[in-house]
């Protein structure tokens, strides 16, 4: 069984580094044709894809958040983490750590249950 | 921001069908698998359709997907109370080298 939780902190402050994990289990980062993604939700708002790892560190960043994201994996601890520097709060939202599909790493087909962050002074 | 189209809101009554339309570009669906997510008020995204048509297990067969050239289509028959959510297509966008999310439909049982 496939699970992913994201952790971090709810509140932080406008132009702090927010740092995300997402620790999975019923995968393997090790596996070839794995990968693990990112994604937010603003109150109300549609979904925005921001990143995505794969099994042999190759890294893939929303164009427009490009400059400002980082993400980075620690098999052994079965960890994804993501940092998005120069916060605002446009970036209030709820960060889902997901799973794409194996081999072609497109598509979603499990989810995190998400963490809100509120980004406000 | 979001790259794929879709309508803000359909809506029927019990029983009846729906369809939610996707549109993108030939670098996103044109030449790439789309997907088809449904969130329940306040809930995580969960899938319906992967690889353009497939229903994961235990999904129902109400639930059906298509895809034409740029076009995708999202289909809800026997339209359920259960039914009423946020639903949104992605796909990858090989130009962007990076995955992107329909701007999502909200759909009514009225």
């Known amino acids: 069984q496939v699970t992913l939780r994201e952790s971090g902190p709810a509140l932080v402050k406008p132009t702090q580094t927010l740092t995300l994990t997402c620790t999975f289990s019923g995968f393997s980062l090790n596996t070839s044709g794995m990968c693990v993604s990112w994604i937010r939700q603003p109150p109300g708002k549609a979904l925005e894809w921001l990143a995505l790892?794969?099994?042999?560190?190759?890294?893939y960043y929303s164009t427009s958040l490009k400059t400002r994201l980082t993400i980075s994996k620690d098999t052994s601890k079965n960890q994804v983490v993501l940092t998005m520097t120069n916060m605002d709060p446009v970036d209030t939202a709820t960060y889902y750590c997901?799973?794409?599909?194996?081999?072609?790493?497109?598509?979603?087909?499990?989810w995190g249950r998400g963490t809100l962050v509120t980004v406000s002074s | 921001q979001s790259v794929l189209t879709q309508p803000p809101s359909v809506s029927a009554a019990p029983g009846q069908k729906v369809t939610i339309s996707c549109s993108g570009s030939?670098?996103?669906?044109?030449?790439?698998?789309v997907y088809w997510y449904q969130q329940l008020p306040g809930t995580a995204p969960k899938v319906l359709i992967y690889d353009n048509h497939k229903r994961p297990s235990g999904i129902p067969d109400r639930f059906s997907g298509s895809k034409s050239g740029t076009s995708a289509t999202l289909g809800i028959t026997g339209l359920q109370t259960g039914d009423e959510a946020d639903y949104y297509c992605?796909?990858?966008?090989?130009?962007?080298?990076?995955?992107?999310f329909g701007t999502g439909t909200k759909v009514t049982v009225l």
């Open positions: 790892i794969d099994w042999d560190d190759d890294k």
């Open positions: 997901a799973r794409p599909y194996a081999s072609s790493c497109q598509g979603i087909d499990s």
């Open positions: 992605g796909t990858w966008d090989s130009s962007l080298s990076a995955g992107v």
């Open positions: 030939s670098s996103n669906i044109g030449n790439n698998y």
